[in-house]
């Protein structure tokens, strides 16, 4: 019996085996346009300046301002230093002779594009003060240091114009929210995986595409090399090394752009759902592709449909709400007893949605701090905001915010979901004289439902970047990302960047 139950197993694998390259076949024997992959591909190249909406481009010109506010602030963090330095060594080893790209707020220092990328890509998210969109990701650091740095390595009689780097940016955009859309898990606050670590990855590949001029077929490959080195654990969150997923991902997009320019070639039908196959489906359980329409007049994009949430403080998007109801509930105290005092809190009941890595009752460290709705409750309460130094070292461990710490009580609510465009935050203080005061926020000042005004925008702009330029540089960089359309070379842009 043994024997023939081998062989009958082996027709069964046998049989399989053509089954699957029956399939692959009849997908590789269509048409390039009825493929999920190819009409990405396409979308790359035929997207052209006429096709993009003012509304497009104003929100994305604020996504740029805001990126390079948070990058350079966040040049001034140890996980950014700890990765210059690492960049330093590694350029002067194998770059030597190819340095042209800047490096935020570090004047005079140049590296190779893919770890000038890569270094800029870790400043953005240092802090965790970058813009997150929905599906949640964060769309901005992952393109933006990628096209900086590709603007500046092109001959002077062939440079980028503003225009060409305006598109190539919002190519990356659309790309990681289509993408983003193939899975309904994509809606909810990650647990598996960092999403930019993975649609980020594809977003720089097709805007470096795009840059570069690639064809269709090019920019198939692109996409398909940048799939093989996409992907982050939510398990290093809260740590000095969550910040990398976005340098990997602005850096090996990049790297798979440069990789399909000379040639390297992957599967063809990677976005698509092949049965046996698994391609970028393996990130997602729900995988559900759909092709993307050609640019044209009467296509939408979805930064036209739905805008960016920009954030006031550095810390994970979910502590805005808690912040918020924290605040309210702290103001109603003062009115009601004329001042604040920590002493009168018997207990804080804080009722959030169930996400585990952004449940910290005891953060021990700055990044930690960013990922707990606790601290952000507490910090709030105490001070009356949040802001970059409430994060430092002397703050987190101040007496008078663990013991508030030691007070706080979670809930979970059933209707408060683990979902960006739904979660609430809601703060009960019990008064040790029986009092219950209550705070909720709904939608966060700064929450694509409710965007920051240009004055508040600048304000962060400028706040940041003066951490590390002058007065006259900040102006300058909130002119030319204004008026980025008549920007001849680009690569001036990345030059005040330093």
């Known amino acids: 019996m043994f024997p023939s139950a081998f062989h009958n197993t082996k027709k069964l694998c046998k049989l399989h ?28 190249p035929g997207i052209q300046p006429e096709h993009l909406p003012d509304t497009v481009r104003h929100r994305s010109k604020r996504m740029i301002l805001d990126n390079i506010g948070v990058g350079l602030v966040g040049s001034t963090t140890q996980v950014f230093n700890i990765i210059l330095q690492y960049c330093q060594d590694l350029h002067c080893s194998a770059h030597r002779n190819i340095a042209a790209c800047s490096v935020y707020g570090q004047k005079g220092l140049k590296l190779s594009p893919t770890l000038a990328a890569y270094v800029n890509g870790v400043a953005a998210h240092s802090m965790d003060f970058d813009d997150t969109w ?51 898990e994509a809606k909810d606050i990650p647990k598996r995986f960092h999403p930019p670590s993975v649609v980020g990855t594809m977003g720089s590949a097709a805007a470096s595409a795009k840059l570069l001029s690639l064809n269709r077929e090019q920019c198939t490959h692109a996409l398909a090399i940048a799939a093989s080195l996409a992907g982050a654990p939510m398990a290093n969150a809260a740590t000095l090394a969550k910040p990398l997923h976005i340098g990997n991902a602005t850096r090996l997009g990049l ?105 910290r009752p005891s953060p021990d460290s700055e990044h930690e701090a960013r990922h707990s709705f606790q601290f952000n409750a507490c910090t709030a309460l105490l001070d009356g905001d949040v802001n970059i130094g409430s994060f430092s070292e002397d703050s987190l461990y101040r007496d008078e915010l663990q013991k508030l710490l030691s007070k706080v009580v979670v809930e979970h609510p059933e209707d408060n979901v683990a979902n960006f465009d739904k979660m609430y935050g809601e703060v009960a203080l019990h008064l040790h004289n029986g009092d219950i005061i209550e705070g909720r926020s709904d939608t966060f000042y700064g929450h694509w439902r409710n965007p920051l005004s240009r004055d508040s925008l600048l304000k962060k702009f400028r706040s940041n970047a003066k951490h590390v330029l002058n007065d006259d540089k900040v102006e300058a960089i909130i002119h030319t990302v204004d008026n980025i359309e008549s920007l001849k070379d680009s690569s001036q842009l990345p030059l005040l960047l330093q």
């Open 255 to 359: 790297e798979a752009a440069l990789l399909a320019a000379k040639g390297m070639k992957a599967n063809s039908l990677i976005l698509d759902d092949v049965p046996g196959c698994s391609g970028f489906s393996a990130f997602y359980g729900d995988y559900q592709p759909k092709s993307l329409f050609p640019p044209g007049k009467h296509y939408e994009f979805l930064l036209e449909k739905q805008d960016i949430a920009f954030k006031r403080f550095p810390a994970h998007l979910g502590m805005h709400w808690i912040a918020d109801a924290s605040i309210a509930v702290r103001n109603r105290l003062i009115n009601h007893f004329g001042s604040f005092n920590p002493s009168d809190i018997q207990c804080i009941i804080l009722r959030i949605p169930v996400s585990k890595y952004i449940n």
């Open 134 to 184: 929905h599906p949640a990701t964060h769309p901005s650091g992952a393109v933006l240091p990628a096209i900086l740095a590709l603007s500046q390595i092109f001959p002077k009689d062939k440079r980028i114009s503003g225009e060409d780097l305006l598109m190539a940016f919002n190519v990356g955009i659309e790309v990681q929210g289509r993408l983003m859309c193939f899975s309904s």
């Open 17 to 44: 085996r053509q089954l699957h390259k029956s399939a692959v076949k009849v997908l590789e024997n269509h048409h390039l346009e009825d493929t999920v992959t190819s009409s990405f591909a396409s979308f790359i």
